[in-house]
């Protein structure tokens, strides 16, 4: 709790007290050089670093105060069953919204969540707002409820070709409960060999790929093939993060997040799906991603040989 303005006083009197002769003088002085006394300049610039801190370690009592009780207020929400283990793979150049946006959900759900990278450097993403990994391969749990791919083209196609990337997520999937992704971490998934025979989606640019890798191409939104669920393009993560918390806790649990993030989408405008855009200009969309495509395409292409498919 912050102290209340009378304890603040007592306590600065206290320590004005050796530079003052009296707390009634103004605590907040002037700080104009004083002509008559350089002296005096020096005690009223240190009576005023010293109120300075005073208010500032009252902010911080006042802070932790209300972080503590809402951690404490959270645990009583906490929905039921045994605890929740999500790996969610993090990599340069992600896109960061793939990943905030199930991440928000699991987190209201009370998951226990590890940011894996391959060391432990931030991450770029698309907006410029790096992201820190919690743990690595080497310290993230074997057994998982759920192991997430983001997506991100340029450093999916990295990840695409990164044996480290794609010997963490071979590792992990046969313990895993769900193995997941939005976006085009499927062709990550994919490449790594673990969308063969099922169906997926991806971004509507490269969607088309997946077959080149085993999995069965799907233009829906979220798609769940057994215990494989994918989503598509970027705002597709918050529908497939509702999706998911439905079958690890409950419709119940996964409305009750709906309506905390108040998830009831209204676009002002019918264009965010191939099926709604005029062919000449699907055409132009689809030219202008020509080059960041091709590179997507030899990813696949050399997935596929190694993959032996």
């Not at 304890?7 to 050796?18: D, I, R, T, Y």
């Not at 929740?84 to 209201?108: C, E, H, R, S, W």
């Not at 450097?121 to 983001?150: E, K, M, N, R």
């Not at 649990?253 to 005029?278: C, N, R, T, V």
């Amino acid at each position: 709790m912050m102290k209340s303005n009378s304890s603040l006083k007592s306590g600065s009197c206290a320590v004005f007290a050796q530079i003052k002769p009296s707390c009634k003088e103004t605590i907040m002085p002037n700080l104009l050089p004083d002509a008559s006394s350089s002296s005096g300049l020096k005690r009223r610039a240190l009576a005023t670093l010293i109120m300075a801190s005073i208010v500032s370690e009252s902010a911080k009592a006042a802070t932790g105060g209300s972080e503590k009780e809402h951690l404490e207020h959270m645990q009583g929400m906490k929905f039921s069953g045994p605890p929740i283990k999500i790996a969610m793979l993090v990599y340069p150049n992600m896109v960061l919204q793939d990943l905030i946006g199930p991440q928000t959900i699991f987190k209201i759900l009370g998951a226990e969540i590890y940011l894996v990278g391959m060391t432990m450097t931030p991450v770029s993403t698309d907006v410029g707002i790096p992201v820190p990994p919690t743990d690595t391969p080497a310290t993230c749990p074997q057994a998982l409820d759920v192991l997430f791919v983001p997506g991100g083209l340029m450093g999916t196609i990295a990840c695409m070709n990164d044996p480290d990337v794609l010997a963490f997520l071979r590792s992990r999937a046969p313990h895993s409960r769900f193995i997941t992704s939005v976006c085009t971490g499927s062709l990550i998934l994919a490449a790594a060999g673990l969308l063969e025979g099922y169906k997926a989606t991806s971004h509507w640019g490269v969607v088309n790929l997946l077959p080149l890798m085993g999995a069965i191409e799907s233009h829906e939104r979220v798609v769940q093939d057994r215990n494989r669920i994918t989503g598509g393009g970027v705002t597709a993560g918050l529908d497939f993060g509702l999706t998911l918390a439905a079958q690890l806790r409950g419709q119940a649990a996964a409305e009750h997040i709906q309506l905390i993030i108040q998830y009831a989408p209204q676009p002002p405008f019918h264009h965010g799906d191939p099926s709604e855009i005029p062919e000449t200009q699907m055409a132009l969309e689809r030219s202008r991603r020509a080059w960041m495509d091709g590179k997507a395409l030899q990813a696949a292409q050399t997935a596929s040989k190694r993959l032996k498919l």
